[in-house]
């Protein structure tokens, strides 16, 4: 495999991630501090978006990590 697929995958991951945040981070600052509960920490959490996108952007990287790096044979 290529080094270019291997730097989009890692892109593409990281893109992924701080997707994940700035949505969890948006999401909590729509209620005010005094007014959140717990149940509404576990909805922000529990929102689809954030853990598919964080989930995605998690093997993105770890796949980036492990693919090999170029296929180079030697010539006898």
């Known amino acids: 495999m290529s080094g270019g ?3 989009c995958l ?8 701080v997707t994940a945040v700035l949505t969890l981070i948006f999401e909590m ?6 007014g959140r509960s717990l149940t509404y920490y576990a909805e922000a959490i529990g929102m689809k978006l954030p853990l ?3 989930v995605l952007g998690f093997f993105c990287v770890a796949a980036s990590f492990y693919l090999p790096a170029k ?4 010539s006898k």
């Open 5 to 7: 697929l291997r730097v």
């Open 10 to 17: 890692f892109i593409v991951g990281i893109a992924l991630k």
């Open 29 to 34: 600052n729509l209620v005010p501090i005094h």
């Open 52 to 54: 598919i996108c964080f």
């Open 71 to 74: 296929n180079r044979r030697t």
